[in-house]
């Protein structure tokens, strides 16, 4: 793909245009670059705000475009887990949003997967809004949980 490709969808539902193109950031702080949509095909990077890593490392994303739906994945290798989000463009009071659920796995040692295969599994819930101009991420304005890296725990730093 690149970076001329596409920058918006017309969705079935209401025949309007929707772009996912540009940076997306969560209410812990990770932020979502979707650089390239060619033929529903989805390239990007993303940062986390959470978790015990450099909240300035990239990660590389794809994913998936549908009309207004969107689906991406994030392989955080070295740190053992994969996660995907699935979810829906939509519009707030504050502007464009895409509302998700994730699913996130995370290795088990092999000795350990019989009796704690399933503490390997968490999902939750986040919402992305689209961030405007040269908005600055400040790490400390935002929710950051200690043990789960989103709802429905709501365990946090402050």
């Known amino acids: 793909m690149n970076a001329s490709a596409a920058k918006s969808v017309l969705t079935k539902k209401t025949g309007e ?11 812990h702080g990770s932020e979502v670059h979707l650089a390239a949509l060619e033929n529903g095909l989805l390239e990007g ?8 890593h ?3 490392e ?16 994030v392989n955080f290798g070295k740190y053992g887990c994969l996660t995907s989000w699935s979810g829906q ?9 895409i509302e998700t659920m994730w699913h996130l796995a995370r290795a088990i040692p092999e ?18 809004k689209r961030v405007q101009g040269e908005e600055k991420r400040d ?12 709802y429905p725990f709501k365990v946090s730093l402050k």
């Open 58 to 73: 990239e990660f590389a994303l794809t994913g998936f475009v549908s009309d207004d739906l969107i689906s991406f994945s």
């Open 89 to 97: 463009h939509t519009w707030g009071l504050d502007g464009p949003r």
């Open 54 to 56: 450099d909240p300035d």
């Open 17 to 27: 245009s929707v772009n996912f193109l540009g940076l997306w950031r969560n209410q």
């Open 139 to 150: 790490l400390n304005l935002f929710d950051r949980p200690t043990m789960s890296p989103s």
């Open 45 to 52: 990077t993303f940062k986390t705000g959470v978790g015990a």
């Open 111 to 128: 000795k350990l997967e019989a009796r704690h295969l399933w503490a390997g599994f968490w999902t939750g819930a986040d919402t992305f």
